[in-house]
């Protein structure tokens, strides 16, 4: 379904993807791992369309190029991608917000748009889903909102715009435990075979909550090792430091002679 | 008298930005009605509000498009002329020669000529739930004539009254002076909204001055959008003890347009509030002027005075001039101040962007956005819609 093919992301000349390869089929839920600075975000918003990336290769969504195609038209064929920073905008009503993202998705794909009433209903459902208050719907989009409200609302707008490929970056960073169990728990309900999924995080600790079917180690702007879930928990007990080659802020301490090998 | 006052100068800080040469080709003859206005023409225009409203058209009260039969109890509503036969003591204020707070060259131009206008009374201890509106049009003038017209607005203690001043104009030159005089009594309540949205070659000038009873409460939303050069002083007298006024306004500008909105709040007694919160949206090379004022005079302590003023800027070529004034002789004084002046938000419009919302969309929601933040505090829907629909047609 989603296809990415020697991606390469380059920001004012410095290169943070360096090639990257993955294949994600339907109704997977895919765990990219790294440590800092490894380019996991940087992949999330390549596939987003952030402006200001040298982008080269190939990064396909059921056939279509996704890299030719604005932010938006990008929403249209099926990608959301939840931010590690999700951005406030005061003034601006959350409800009206996530209608207008619905319909203008609705009015790209040429599907007609939803009512003010039908669309209640759908915030609603998603809503209960991440155990959130109705007047959440009433408060300007994330302003104020505490960091487990913004990713909890990161969450809500995945659900009520039902994509087809769900990018998560690092949606457990800052989430205390309870926060964490009720945006883990609106994940694993919008599993699904008409959806994947791509579960960013540098802790395992997500993934005791949301099982992925393959874990992936990001190191440099390359994948450089896949496996099952239990990869992650390899890496829970030895860190990073198996597959990079030089010295990591975050890496555990080890002796020289071993990194330069 | 007004040959006395000098033209203001680009050197007086309370002029600086003004266009000083579309200024000086307006003539202040007195007021002429040069055609009749259509009710429906009229009614497209204005917010669409039931209940009592004097229409002046080029400077003049026009009966026919006024409202003046069945007024709630306690409510007066006259024109100039009137209270000259009737009731003159309820204009001694307007046309009154304060030393102490002198009027601007243009405002005393205005006293000078603005001989016509509309005068609001209520009495003690009433309260009128409609709102009474005052329409003022200008009409287009060969002349280059600004039309001058006044306002007046007294509360009796513990009264209770929202006004809406709607200042429109037609035609490619002239345009309109407009000055309110308002007088609150103790323990009243006005809310004061002044929508101007002149047409963008005309000029307006708009002042207005009110005075404070002891714990009473002034409200004002002022929104000046329209007008080539649109210009609103507002200063308030905080004269009795626990006065608060609470001054709102929202500017957007487009094209070349300069509006200046020159605020002052005089803490003349204690334990007064003052809230000065303005808020300008400018596009093209269009100029936002805030000039603020906070004067704490001897004895006024405990005062309580805060201002802030925002700015967003959707154009390199926009310029927002932001100008605090803190004059402070009285203790126990707690005075706020902050100005910001910013672009749209890049990473919201990426954020919006991928969620489906294009470029343009997401642009006008940020924008309405910043403005409703000054729009969300009107209470009335009509006034809040027809805001909103002025504000779409320029996003």
């Known amino acids: ?261 | 008298m007004v040959a006395a006052l000098p033209y203001p100068t680009k050197r007086d800080e309370a002029w600086r930005y003004a266009p000083h040469k579309v200024l000086a080709a307006l003539t202040f003859d007195d007021s002429v009605s040069e055609g009749a206005v259509a009710t429906e023409s009229l009614s497209g225009q204005i917010p669409a509000l039931d209940g009592p409203r004097i229409v002046l058209v080029g400077g003049v009260v026009d009966v026919s498009l006024s409202r003046l039969d069945a007024l709630p109890t306690g409510l007066t509503l006259i024109t100039f002329e009137q209270a000259r036969s009737e009731t003159p003591e309820l204009l001694e204020a307007h046309f009154a020669h304060d030393d102490e707070h002198p009027l601007d060259t243009f405002a005393a131009l205005n006293q000078a000529f603005g001989e016509h206008g509309a005068v609001i009374d209520v009495a003690d201890g009433q309260t009128i739930d409609t709102p009474i509106q005052i329409v003022d049009l200008a009409l287009a003038d060969v002349s280059g004539n600004a039309s001058s017209s006044g306002v007046v607005i007294r509360l009796g203690a513990r009264a209770s009254a929202t006004v809406v001043e709607t200042r429109l104009g037609e035609g490619e030159s002239g345009g309109s002076n407009v000055r309110t005089t308002t007088t609150i009594g103790d323990n009243a309540n006005l809310r004061h909204i002044v929508l101007q949205d002149m047409a963008s070659t005309q000029v307006h000038l708009g002042s207005a001055k009110a005075r404070l009873g002891a714990a009473s409460i002034l409200e004002v939303h002022l929104f000046n959008l329209g007008a080539r050069y649109g210009r609103f002083g507002y200063d308030v007298v905080l004269a009795g003890d626990g006065a608060t006024a609470e001054l709102n306004g929202l500017y957007f500008g487009a094209g070349d347009q300069i509006l200046d909105q020159q605020i002052n709040a005089v803490h003349d007694a204690p334990n007064c509030t003052s809230r000065q919160s303005f808020r300008g949206i400018l596009d093209n090379e269009s100029t936002g002027v805030f000039n603020g004022g906070i004067d704490v005079r001897p004895g006024a302590d405990g005062t309580d005075a805060e201002q802030s003023n925002n700015n967003l800027l959707l154009s390199d070529r926009a310029e927002a001039n932001t100008q605090p004034r803190l004059e402070i002789l009285a203790d126990e004084v707690a005075c706020k101040h902050g100005a910001t002046v910013g672009q749209l938000d890049a990473d919201a419009l990426y954020y919006m962007r991928t969620r489906g919302i294009p470029t343009e969309d997401a642009r006008r929601l940020l924008i309405q956005g910043f403005a409703d933040q000054a729009v969300d505090a009107l209470e009335d829907e009509v006034l809040r819609n027809w805001i909103l629909e002025r504000l779409r047609d320029d996003g």
């Open chain 1, 1 to 261: 379904m989603l296809h990415v093919e020697n991606l390469t992301a380059a920001i004012d000349g410095k290169s943070i993807l360096n090639g990257l390869d993955l294949d994600i089929g339907l109704d997977e839920v895919h765990a990219i791992m790294g440590p800092n600075g490894s380019g996991k975000s940087t992949f999330a918003h390549a596939l987003a369309g952030r402006d200001g990336y040298d982008i080269g290769g190939t990064a396909t969504l059921d056939g279509v190029d996704l890299l030719d195609l604005e932010p938006e038209e990008r929403a249209a064929a099926g990608v959301f991608v939840g931010f590690q920073y999700p951005v406030e905008i005061p003034g601006v009503n959350n409800m009206y917000f996530l209608r207008t993202a619905v319909n203008s998705v609705r009015r790209t794909r040429g599907d007609t748009e939803i009512g003010a009433r039908d669309f209640l209903a759908v915030a609603q459902k998603a809503m209960d889903l991440v155990e959130m208050k109705e007047d959440f719907l009433h408060r300007a989009v994330n302003a104020g909102f505490s960091g487990g409200e913004k990713k909890r609302n990161e969450i809500l707008q995945m659900a009520v715009m039902e994509p087809r490929l769900a990018v998560l970056d690092e949606t457990d960073s800052g989430l205390d435990i309870d926060a964490l169990r009720i945006v883990a728990s609106g994940v694993n309900a919008l599993r699904g075979p008409e959806r994947s999924m791509i579960v960013i995080t540098h802790y395992q600790r997500l993934l005791d909550y949301i099982k992925p079917d393959f874990v992936h180690v990001l190191v440099d702007g390359r994948i450089v090792e896949s496996g099952d879930h239990t990869l992650a928990l390899q890496l829970e007990k030895h860190g990073y430091a198996d597959f990079v080659n030089h010295d990591l802020d975050d890496a555990p301490e080890r002796p020289l002679s071993e990194a330069a090998r």
